[in-house]
């Protein structure tokens, strides 16, 4: 509301200068985490927290419920919505199983591979060989572009681990083949859990000098007051000369 004020001032009075003007708005830097829940009642729950600077993205992520010695694809999906399905939200699998197509419009696709090791684009997105066995802990640090970063900033980057025990028989089996792979059955691929990657509060609190509160706006709304202040003042101060000088020419008169 303040920022709209401000703008409205602006445009009435042709008094602000551009150097109160608001900032651009840019991918900002911080700590983001995401709590994935599970997905095709698989069970498994996982914790990711990253850290953005730049394009240099920082990732931890731990798994618990993960299918143990079976490999786990794991994803930052961008493009979609934003958003996680619902765990009874059904698909096309067995039994109405959620594979991976039945919610890209939700998540989106693959922007970035955690993989273990090399290659992170997404044309390692089944690289069953590079990706965390079980329940294993996963760390590490990933270049991403601009477009990335920039939906992990916005709140609009989702992490995905992959590969269910639908049947639980102890490994990836069963007569439905994978929508990203027909050589692999869907269990290999499925959708395991599923987690939106948010500002984490400290990354939102403001890093010294004058308290502002909470919100990282603070500052850029106390700058628009002094600007609209400024810009009253001045439109004032105006309105002091009209009526000056019409006083004088009547006295003139």
Same mark, same amino acid.
């Given at each position: ?47 990711? %927290?990253? %850290? ?40 096309? +699998? ?23 090791? +090399? ?48 049947? /639980? ?19 290999? %691929? ?44 001045? /439109? ?18």
């Amino acid at each position: 509301m303040r920022k709209s004020l401000t703008a409205a001032a602006a445009l009435a009075l042709g008094a602000l200068p551009l150097a109160l003007s608001a900032p651009a708005a840019h991918a900002a830097d911080g700590t983001f985490t995401a709590n994935l829940t599970q997905l095709n009642d698989s069970g498994v729950t996982s914790t990711a %927290t990253t %850290t953005l600077k730049g394009n240099t993205l920082d990732i931890k992520l731990q798994s618990q419920g993960l299918l143990e010695g079976a490999p786990h694809a794991q994803h930052i999906h961008i493009g979609g919505m934003g958003v996680c399905p619902t765990n009874d939200q059904e698909g096309s +699998g067995a039994d109405g199983a959620l594979q991976v197509s039945d919610a890209a419009d939700q998540y989106g696709g693959i922007a970035v591979s955690l993989t273990t090791d +090399g290659d992170t684009s997404p044309d390692s997105g089944l690289a069953v060989d590079r990706f965390p066995t079980g329940n294993a802990s996963y760390s590490r640090t990933i270049e991403v572009d601009d477009k990335t970063a920039a939906a992990i900033s916005d709140g609009k980057a989702v992490v995905v681990v992959h590969g269910v025990d639908l049947n /639980g028989s102890g490994e990836y089996d069963g007569d439905v083949k994978s929508d990203l792979d027909d050589s692999l059955p869907e269990e290999a %691929t499925d959708p395991a859990a599923c987690g939106v990657l948010q500002a984490s509060q400290m990354s939102q609190m403001p890093g010294g000098g004058v308290q502002t509160g909470g919100g990282s706006t603070a500052g850029t709304e106390d700058a628009g007051l002094i600007a609209l202040g400024g810009a009253l003042l001045v /439109g004032g101060a105006g309105a002091a000369v009209v009526a000056a000088r019409r006083r004088t020419a009547s006295d003139d008169a």
